[in-house]
C-alpha cells in the first residue's frame, strides 16, 4: 500500500502561483499529478518516474513543473501563470509500472486539494 497526502491548495488571482506537495509513504515507478475541474473528467496533469523523466499535459506544459523530493518523499507541482481554466481538484496518485497520464492505470490515490482561480 502507498498512501499519499496533497497539500498547498488554495485559492489565488489568475496570474498566480501555487506549489502543491504530496506527502508519499514510498515513491513508486511514476508518480503523476492529475486534476479534476467541475463537471469534467479527472485528466491527467503532469507525470514523473523514477528516474527523473516527466511528461505533461499540453495545456500545462511551460507553466507547470512537477519535481520529487526522494529524501523527503515529497512529490511537487510548481504551478505558474495561473488561469482561470486550472481551477479544480488536484489529486497525485502512483503507478507501479511505466509513466504516462492515463489515469485509470494508477494503482493508488491521495484525496485531493483543491486550487481555486480567479478572474
Known amino acids: 500500500q502507498v498512501q499519499l497526502v496533497e497539500s498547498g491548495g488554495g485559492s489565488v488571482e489568475a496570474g498566480g502561483s501555487l506549489r502543491l506537495s504530496c506527502a508519499v509513504s514510498?515513491?513508486?515507478?511514476?508518480m503523476g499529478w492529475f486534476r479534476q475541474r467541475p463537471g469534467q473528467e479527472r485528466e491527467g496533469v503532469a507525470a514523473i518516474s523514477s528516474g527523473g523523466s516527466t511528461w505533461y499535459a499540453d495545456f500545462v506544459r511551460g507553466r507547470f513543473t512537477i519535481s520529487k523530493d526522494n529524501a523527503e518523499n515529497t512529490l511537487y507541482l510548481q504551478m505558474n501563470n495561473l488561469k482561470p481554466e486550472d481551477t479544480a481538484m488536484y489529486y497525485c496518485?502512483?503507478?507501479?509500472?511505466?509513466?504516462?497520464?492515463?489515469?485509470?492505470?494508477?494503482?493508488?490515490w491521495g484525496q485531493g486539494t483543491q486550487v481555486t482561480v480567479s478572474s
Open positions: 496518485a502512483a503507478r507501479l509500472k511505466r509513466c504516462d497520464l492515463t489515469d485509470q492505470l494508477y494503482n493508488y
Open positions: 514510498k515513491f513508486t515507478y511514476c
